[in-house]
């Protein structure tokens, strides 16, 4: 596989491909924005915003959206807005330094045990508050054999390296052929234990969740899928089909969502998709991400103080298994830090006070031996 590969271009006769009739069928290019229920004004402004971000939407995430709503969730994740237009002093074309921690091309390595891997720059879905939405668009680059050899040759001389993140873009909107090479590359260094995929595919494109998919991802290493669903109306029977698969293949399935105004910042609303996503999809939330400083994303950036008060109320409401954590991934490379509410009140030597979930504070004594 040396020329770029993407969504559209293995064979339609191959079995394991049906899922591109969904891509196909769905928009990829500014000019399928005019199939859209819009209005004029609608489309003038979504074309116009499409403009500085791709875009593309499979069919069945775009059946999802109800269009006689203005405000739905799932329309304000994937179709442009002329909000996005209006960049804020401070926001960053690399909110998380990707770039700066990138020793060889395809590869950040920011943690010393694990790195990230981007063996494409494209995506099955291209979502509106994307941090890394700069680099997909400028970069666009889908898989070679070749464009990945730096970045193998450096994970395989560095034995810290426990974990690959395979990341981007979206890698399982590579096909089958193309993630089988890329996991055998990874399963032949030693030291290499386990492999991460994001991916936005199981939410809207879950067709593409297929027997040779799953295959090709089979073998020595732990296999860990994180997902990324933000809403429970992304929560169907096709999904829910999608991760049983991934699931029944003895993968580990993680969630991230990313808070986000206008979408998913009430209470009902994260409590909901927290637990459908553990008690039907049997994914745990992993991270609630607060919004980062990609350009154009104010409109949907909640503050720290409204998510620390979600993030507590959904502690309270749910079991801790399917509490996410909320983070801020830090600007210039800084790493995920926990940015939750707090439940120490105080501290004297070995007393402490300490706030329950009903809001009363007890108190406890430490006692520890010599």
């Not at 002093?89 to 091309?105: K, N």
């Not at 996991?183 to 290499?192: K, W």
């Not at 995929?197 to 879950?206: D, G």
């Not at 067709?207 to 040779?212: A, D, N, V």
């Amino acid at each position: 596989m040396t020329s770029d590969t993407n969504l559209h271009d293995a064979p339609a006769a191959d079995p394991d491909t049906a899922w591109q009739a969904d891509v196909r069928a769905g928009v990829r290019h500014v000019r399928d924005l005019a199939s859209l229920p819009l209005s004029p004004a609608e489309r003038a402004a979504a074309q116009s915003a499409a403009a500085n971000h791709k875009v593309r939407v499979p069919k069945a995430y775009l059946d999802l959206i109800d269009w006689n709503d203005p405000a739905d969730p799932i329309r304000a994740q994937v179709i442009p807005s002329p909000d996005e237009l209006m960049e804020q002093d401070g926001e960053l074309d690399d909110p998380i330094a990707d770039h700066d921690f990138s020793p060889v091309p395809r590869l950040t390595h920011r943690h010393a045990d694990r790195v990230l891997l981007f063996p494409t720059y494209q995506c099955a879905v291209y979502c509106r508050f994307c941090f890394r939405k700069e680099s997909l668009t400028s970069i666009g680059r889908g898989y070679t054999r070749e464009a990945l050899e730096p970045a193998l040759a450096y994970i395989s001389d560095h034995p810290e390296i426990r974990e690959v993140i395979l990341t981007g873009g979206d890698p399982l909107s590579l096909p089958d052929k193309a993630l089988a090479e890329i996991f055998a590359r990874i399963e032949a260094i030693p030291h290499v234990r386990l492999l991460r995929i994001h991916t936005r595919v199981p939410v809207a494109l879950p067709s593409r969740i297929t027997s040779g998919l799953v295959e090709a991802l089979q073998g020595r290493l732990m296999v860990t899928v994180v997902t990324h669903f933000n809403h429970p109306r992304e929560i169907t029977q096709a999904t829910e089909v999608a991760c049983r698969t991934l699931r029944h293949a003895g993968f580990v399935l993680l969630n991230q969502s990313v808070l986000l105004k206008g979408v998913n910042d009430t209470i009902e609303v994260l409590e909901e998709l927290c637990r459908e996503l553990m008690y039907r999809l049997g994914v745990k939330p992993y991270y609630l991400h607060h919004g980062d400083l990609a350009r154009g994303m104010a409109h949907r950036r909640t503050t720290i103080a409204e998510g620390q008060a979600l993030a507590e109320a959904l502690r309270a409401r749910l079991s801790g298994i399917c509490n996410p954590v909320y983070v801020l991934d830090l600007p210039e490379g800084g790493g995920k830090v926990p940015i939750g509410p707090c439940y120490v009140e105080g501290r004297d030597g070995e007393s402490w006070r300490l706030r329950r979930l009903d809001g009363e504070v007890r108190g406890y004594t430490e006692i520890v031996g010599e």
